[in-house]
Nanobody, 116 residues
Framework: QVQVVESGGGLVLPGGSLRLSCAAS????????MKWYRQAPGKERELVAT????????TYVDAVKGRFTISRDNAKNTVYLQMNSLMPEDTAVYYC?????????WGQGTQVTVSS
């Protein structure tokens, strides 16, 4: 059974940092491209960052470039999202997504709230 589990969300002050983790099991992690999405209240889900299966290809949405860093540890079956200089508009539920061919798995999401 495949499981994708996010952790690390919480409440943080503007300008602060958080590191999200996403642990995957039940799949061959090294085959999968990994993505972080977010969804703010009343808005559509947005792709935030992507890392290819080997880690050699990384992309970010413009809104987070220079502030967020995606990385992965294939030995630990885990992908990370380091989020720095957080702003209130980063408030959302953050979802992890594992994709390979027609296999597509999602986590349950972790809430990130940036507020003073």
């Amino acid at each position: 059974q495949v499981q994708v589990v996010e952790s690390g969300g919480g409440l943080v002050l503007p300008g602060g940092s958080l590191r999200l983790s996403c642990a995957a099991s039940g799949l061959t992690f090294k085959n999968y491209d990994m993505k972080w999405y977010r969804q703010a209240p009343g808005k559509e889900r947005e792709l935030v960052a992507t890392i290819s299966n080997g880690g050699g290809y990384i992309t970010y949405v413009d809104a987070v470039k220079g502030r967020f860093t995606i990385s992965r540890d294939n030995a630990k079956n885990t992908v990370y999202l380091q989020m720095n200089s957080l702003m209130p508009e980063d408030t959302a539920v953050y979802y992890c997504n594992a994709v390979w061919w027609n296999y597509d798995y999602w986590g349950q999401g972790t809430q990130v709230t940036v507020s003073s």
